[in-house]
């Protein structure tokens, strides 16, 4: 475990300059504070993240607090949500979107401030590299299958499936989710974010 505080480890990875190659340059984007009590474990922050630095800054985004049932200033409070990505910083857009989390970031830094986020209540595991870190007994489940299976980790963690106006087709094909797990997801959101909780 890394000594010293969450804030001067989020200083440290905020100078990260591990892929100092990639294609806008590292930028980490993540947030998280001591007491926050959920947990959203993304893939890598897209470019209007990168530009902003504020995480899901953008449809995605709109679309994940819209799914928690949270507003904005809810949702960038470090108190209540951490965001640790996979990957902190853009890694580039390829044929069909944005490319994936560079590996060298997780292994660096998410064992670090993971134990400095003792109050985490729930975990929000998002798109197949957050699942494949969070669930490895799921690497060679297809998402749809591990998001099925999401009672099988409930309370504690929730496969899901990115937010991306890319998945449009996914969510019409398994209305499940939305019918299912949205309801249930946000009445967890509510009683832990809940003032006293």
């Keep these: 475990m890394r000594r010293g505080s969450l804030i001067a480890l989020l200083r440290e990875v905020r100078q990260c300059r591990i892929c100092e190659d990639l294609p806008l340059g590292p930028r980490p984007v993540l947030q998280a504070g001591r007491s926050a009590r959920i947990l959203i474990a993304s ?74 986020l003792p109050d985490l209540a729930l975990t929000l595991a998002i798109g197949q590299y957050a699942i494949a870190w969070h669930l490895p007994e799921q690497r060679k489940v297809a998402l749809t299958e591990t998001v099925r299976q999401w009672r099988s980790h409930w309370p504690a963690l929730l496969p899901m499936p990115h937010p991306s106006p890319r998945n449009n087709r996914w969510l019409k094909q398994n209305p499940f989710f939305e019918a299912e797990i949205l309801p249930v997801l946000r009445a967890r959101v509510a009683q832990l974010i809940a003032p006293g909780s």
Excluded: N
Excluded at 58 to 79: I, K, N, Q
Excluded at 87 to 111: I, N, Q, V, Y
């Design 43 to 116: 893939q890598a922050p897209g470019r209007r993240a990168h530009a902003s630095g504020l995480p899901f800054d953008d449809a995605s985004g709109d679309r994940l607090r819209d799914w928690l049932g949270v507003d904005r200033d809810t949702f960038y409070d470090p108190a209540l949500f951490a965001i640790v990505p996979m990957g902190f910083c853009f890694p580039g857009t390829g044929r069909g979107g944005d490319l994936p989390p560079r590996p060298e970031c997780a292994p660096a830094w998410r064992h670090a401030v993971l134990e400095k």
